[in-house]
């Protein structure tokens, strides 16, 4: 995702954009995840376990839609060395799951990890496109399962992730 520093507050966000004319489905997707920022549940997770929420617009005389998080450096991707993270990911996507939300898209580069010392570690849930409520117990447990089997599956954690 390309990065860029809004010079109007100096902030360094992660900036997502799409082509309204040709990706459709992708601009939908950006105005769901803008809804969900703004969703009272949501708001007071923005900074803990999901990026806050910048700005969404148009560029390019609405030629291109765009949405804007806050930018999280330094952090790696689930996997086999990542694996002490692994608690601190699962507590926080049970906070969203508190919230009666489902992330929907749980997979790897979705999932990022920032170590804050040798033993301590954030989590962080990017890509809210597919948030939804959730209709019962079963889909907070196969939400839990794939967050779990990505800390088993891949190496690439071990690679730090940068803009």
């Known amino acids: 995702m390309p990065t860029c520093r809004l010079h109007d507050n100096g902030i360094w966000c992660a900036v997502k954009t799409a082509d309204p004319y040709k990706q459709k489905q992708v601009v939908e997707s950006m105005k769901h ?74 997979r790897e580069d979705n999932v990022l990890l920032r170590q804050v010392s040798s033993k301590e570690w954030q989590a962080f849930f990017v890509d809210l496109g597919m948030c939804c409520d959730a209709t019962d117990n079963s889909q907070y447990e196969e939400e839990i399962s794939s967050l779990i089997r990505l800390f088993r599956e891949s190496d690439s954690g071990s690679a730090e992730m940068t803009g």
């Open 33 to 106: 995840e803008f809804q969900m920022f703004k969703d009272e549940r949501v708001v007071g997770l923005q900074g803990e376990i999901l990026p806050v929420y910048v700005a969404c617009g148009y560029w390019d005389e609405g030629n291109v839609s765009f949405t804007a998080t806050t930018y999280l450096d330094s952090c790696k991707k689930p996997g086999p060395a990542t694996q002490a993270a692994r608690p601190v990911a699962v507590k926080a996507l049970q906070r969203l799951h508190g919230q009666g939300l489902l992330h929907g898209d749980i």
